[in-house]
């Protein structure tokens, strides 16, 4: 499973807000660091979004991957996308 939540702004508007997205790797569980090309290459299947700054053209003021084996593990993404929210 790949999160990634982005502190965005955008340009004109100023509108500051936190898009976040869930991956996830279908059954695939590993051991030690991720295969490689996760998450630049693969970034796996889009299970949820919380998306309020539309993407595209936005300035990235900071971001926070995680990357983790087991799905299950997060609360499935859609509970951590919640409590990612600020």
């Known amino acids: 499973m790949y999160v990634t939540a982005h ?13 976040a997205f869930c991956y996830r790797h279908g059954p695939t569980i590993w051991a030690g660091l991720p295969p490689a090309g996760i998450p630049d290459e693969n970034p796996g299947e889009l299970a949820a979004s919380s ?3 539309a993407p595209g053209g936005n300035r990235v003021r ?14 499935g993404g859609q509970g951590l996308l919640h409590r990612l929210r600020f």
């Open 62 to 75: 900071s971001y926070l991957d995680i990357i983790n084996a087991r799905q299950s593990a997060l609360d």
């Open 51 to 53: 998306a309020t700054v």
């Open 7 to 19: 502190h965005v702004v955008r340009p004109g508007t100023n509108l500051d807000r936190v898009n």
